[in-house]
């Protein structure tokens, strides 16, 4: 019977110190990026990262999360542009009878809007690159 206290204990143990390690680890999993001399975090990180360097481009997801004062106006409002025609093409393709020019220009836009705010965030990675000297 003291054996399987001993080993209960131990198992116990173990996950409080993972859980306070996890607690530690800064928000969880996921990418981290710097721009500037700011840390994004996770989304913004794969909005960043996946899109030009690492944490992921939009990939139309609503501009909502992370610090956008970073973001020009006009590179949010191309963000949220690149969102609304997103939802408008996968609305146009569940339609009985889908519009084909409709989609197509559609589809024509966003891949636009996402060249645009790549292009955008490439240059800022690499002012960032040759402002820091690496």
Known sequence: ?????????????????AGVAFAHWGG???????????QLVGCWAESMGRMAFGGGYL????????DLSIYPEEIVDKMNELHRA????????IENKPD???IRSLFE????????????????????RTQSGQ
């Open 28 to 38: 969880g999993p996921g990418p981290r990026r710097w721009v500037g001399n700011q």
């Open 1 to 17: 019977m003291s054996k399987k206290i001993i080993v209960l204990l131990a198992f116990v143990g173990i996950l409080a110190v």
């Open 86 to 93: 997103n939802l408008e093409l996968r609305l146009a393709m």
């Open 109 to 128: 836009k966003s891949e636009q809007l996402r060249k645009e705010i790549r292009s955008w965030r490439f240059e800022q990675f690499l002012k960032a």
């Open 59 to 66: 990939r139309g997801a609503p501009v909502r999360r992370g």
């Open 100 to 102: 084909e020019q409709k």
